[in-house]
């Protein structure tokens, strides 16, 4: 089975607009080397999408909002709606980061509705997962991840699951620059293509499914060479043109 890899950089709270913009213009330029062989995005702040979809002009770079509220409108202050990251040009969106969950208390419950309104609002969610070092630790992993998937999955139809992005990222490999082992990752990332599969027979083999959790240059292709990993999501080395490349490349 085929699967197009799908690298995403997740910036975080980093890069101004004006950082953002001459990013995306340097990327834009070198990109062709890679001939379309894999699909390409970046998740820059909140702010900064505008002059990230201008900047990249018509270039093959998709631009993700790194968050979304979980319903359309209301009385909730400092938020934005899936449809106004629609309407900027946005065609993805982080749900459920690691960072999310733990910083700003997003449950299973949030993180599955916002995957739903994503879809009703056309934008392809990239839904993470992950455990932490705890959980690994005391071999909870699995049932943690998962229960995790199961949660926005059972209430997403095949022709959507077939469309969804899952990026897999341990919380204890984000930033430390610990990785799972391919091995490890790849084991992760097949449990959850066979719990998919439980109830979507054929979708199953479509659903992409990222590593994220320090990955680099010097470590993407052993991740990416499993036959489970179908690409990257990636913080700190996505903030440098020659970095990200070098990730991009391995596909
Ligand atoms: P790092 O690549 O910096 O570990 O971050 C991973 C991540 O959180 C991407 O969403």
Redesign the pocket.
């Known amino acids: 089975m085929a699967r197009t890899p799908i690298i995403?950089?997740?910036w975080?709270l980093n890069k101004s607009s004006i950082e953002t913009a001459e990013f995306m213009s340097n990327l834009a330029k070198v990109l062709p080397k890679l001939e379309n062989k894999v699909e390409v995005g970046l998740?820059p702040v909140m702010t900064c999408l505008t002059h990230a979809i201008s900047a990249k002009n018509d270039a093959p770079i998709q631009v993700a909002a790194q968050d979304m509220h979980w319903l359309e409108h209301g009385a909730f202050t400092g938020t934005v709606s899936a449809q106004h990251i629609k309407e900027l040009g946005c065609t993805h969106v982080?749900i459920g980061?690691?960072?999310r969950r733990q910083l700003f208390g997003e449950t299973d419950g949030r993180v599955s509705d916002k995957v739903r309104l994503a879809f009703d609002t056309g934008l392809t969610p990239i839904a993470?997962v992950g455990e932490n070092l705890t959980q690994r630790e005391s071999g909870q992993a699995e049932d943690i991840v998962l229960r995790q998937v199961d949660a926005f999955v059972q209430r997403l139809t095949a022709d959507e699951v077939k469309e969804l992005v899952i990026?897999y990222?341990p919380i204890w490999?984000?930033?430390?620059?610990q990785t799972a082992t391919p091995e490890d990752a790849n084991q992760m990332h097949r449990a959850i293509r066979e719990s998919i599969r439980v109830k979507f027979e054929d979708a199953a083999d479509d659903v992409r499914i990222q590593y994220?959790?320090?990955?680099?240059p010097a470590n993407a292709k052993a991740l990416l060479a499993q036959a489970h990993i179908d690409g990257a999501?990636?913080?700190?080395?996505?903030l440098k043109v020659e970095d990200f490349m070098g990730i991009l490349s391995a596909c």
């Open positions: 995403f950089g997740n975080k998740a982080l980061h690691s960072e993470c990026a990222e490999a984000i930033g430390t620059g994220g959790g320090s990955v680099k999501l990636v913080g700190g080395a996505s």
